[in-house]
């Protein structure tokens, strides 16, 4: 191999970078007509706004498309790292033009987080109340977390096959969230399609069956794209509140709620045909166990606190909260406040867990906790037995200490995060009990206001130095620490 090559594959392709972010703005500007037209169609005059934002993303994606000529496709593992952190930044930074400019503008702080929170689904909201934006804005808030669901680099190496070759295998890695990353198809342009698929086919089941209860096309829309990306985000005041009254509702969502949080891996291999996939898989069989327990837990906790209202409020209610919470969806029933703090306890546990890694879902993801328990089991076993060689297994498989050992750094700073996120927004003003709430809230993706804690109230409050702090644990957390944190070592820009 010449000398040249070998030292071009330890530098950052930068002109590689700019024209794959080109084409990725080309993309979100197609995205942002839907809500341009959705104006125009209801009347509205927010179309401008976005129709404006739409030209001038595809106008920056084609000078960086077609100006930024890399004289090699090689991209290493750094490249995607720091071309995946970089794109989420640049489709927030779009993606927030139409907040500022709309009927009912936003100040750049406020735009900033409520386009972050939305692609990385998120579902935290600076707004009052949604009852004044246009139905372009709630398609928008809705597309965004859509988007942000299953990957915007993973949709754009479904789109773009010619990624297989230039360091697509990176770029997936930085983004899919979960300990390994396994590909469901021999080339990554494959694997990435066949994930979108699946994932546009739920979507488009569960708009339909929305549709087909008592929510009209619109709401049925933004709230499939919301409960399939488990983003959150609702498209009226009173969020699924709205249709408490709607048992056929509440049921279609949980399910759909739970789908997304499952390895989308797991539901391509039942798909496929492989029925026994599910129960062989130890993570799945957690997150079963996990739903079942949480259920026994919350139904006897209301019945103690007499908080029985109804037969549903011992079934639906619970297991939609439930569910609602350990996927990071953030969707709550009219009743969740009242049921003490016992559940609000388990609701922290759920929030940090997570569901499945390969999911749309944020939190640790049950993956890790699985590992970090059987590693912590054996080292008990070694406190009696010293001389014991043991490994960790999951679903019959013997796990690399080497990942072991990533999953409890992981853990470790994702703990860090968390406490360092509370302290700062403390600096910034915010009371304790708000301000590590909302810190856990944002890094997990889950999104819940600190309103649910009894102490304070929704994002809106916040100070615009704590905003941007926690959009910063927005995106580290949607990207699972390391994409986003190995940028400030000094080895990564080191030659």
């Known amino acids: 191999m010449p000398l040249f090559n070998i030292a071009a594959r330890h530098l950052i392709n930068v002109r590689m970078l700019m024209r794959i972010m080109g084409w990725l703005l080309i993309i979100e500007a197609i995205f942002l007509t839907f809500p341009a037209l959705t104006c125009l169609a209801y009347g509205e005059s927010d179309w401008l706004p976005f129709a404006l934002t739409s030209a001038g993303t595809l106008l920056a994606g084609l000078l960086l498309a077609l100006r930024s000529r890399p004289t090699s496709d090689y991209m290493g593992k750094r490249d995607g790292y720091l071309l995946t952190a970089m794109v989420w930044i640049v489709f927030s930074l779009f993606g927030l033009i139409p907040f500022l400019f709309c009927s009912h503008p936003l100040d750049i702080s406020d735009a900033f987080f409520e386009a972050m929170s939305g692609f990385t689904t998120t579902g935290a909201s600076v707004l009052d109340t949604v009852t004044d934006m246009s139905h372009g804005v709630h398609l928008w808030r809705a597309l965004m977390q859509w988007i942000g669901g299953m990957g915007i680099i993973l949709f754009t190496l479904a789109v773009i096959p010619m990624l297989n070759h230039a360091g697509g295998m990176q770029m997936f890695n930085a983004e899919v969230t979960g300990i390994t990353h396994d590909k469901i198809s021999p080339r990554i342009s494959q694997t990435a399609k066949n994930l979108w698929l699946i994932y546009i086919g739920l979507t488009v089941v569960l708009i339909l069956l929305l549709w087909a209860g008592p929510m009209n096309l619109f709401d049925s829309i933004c709230h499939a794209f919301g409960a399939i990306s488990t983003g959150g985000y609702s498209s009226t005041p009173a969020g699924i509140s709205a249709w408490d009254y709607s048992v056929y509702i509440k049921v279609v969502l949980i399910i759909f709620m739970f789908l ?134 999951v679903s019959g498989k013997v796990v690399n200490p080497e990942l072991v050992t990533k999953v409890i750094a992981f853990l470790c700073i994702y703990m860090l995060l968390i406490v360092g996120g509370g302290m700062a927004l403390t600096g910034c003003g915010v009371p304790l009990v708000d301000a590590f709430f909302s810190a856990f809230s944002c890094i997990s993706n889950t999104g819940l206001a600190a309103g649910v804690t009894g102490y304070g109230n929704s994002y809106d409050i916040m100070p615009d130095l704590g905003k941007w702090i926690l959009s910063f644990l927005m995106l580290v957390g949607r990207l699972e620490i390391f994409t986003v944190l190995v940028l400030f070592t000094p080895a990564f820009w080191r030659r």
């Open 260 to 393: 997304g949080g499952v390895n989308f891996g797991l539901i391509y291999k039942i798909l496929k045909g492989n029925f026994k996939a599910p129960w062989r898989n130890e993570v799945f069989r957690t997150y079963l166990i996990i739903i079942g327990v949480m259920m026994l837990l919350f139904v006897s906790t209301i019945v103690m606190r007499g908080e029985v209202k109804s037969w549903r409020s011992l079934t639906i209610d619970p297991l939609f909260q439930i569910v609602s919470t350990i996927t990071s969806t953030g969707f709550t029933v009219n009743n969740f406040e009242g049921w003490g703090p016992f559940i609000l306890s388990l609701t922290f546990i759920m929030m940090f867990f997570g569901a499945c890694a390969g999911s749309t879902s944020g939190g640790a993801k049950i993956d890790r906790i699985i590992y970090l328990f059987k590693n912590a089991d054996n080292e008990l076993y070694r406190c009696i037995y010293p001389h014991s060689v043991l490994s960790v297994k």
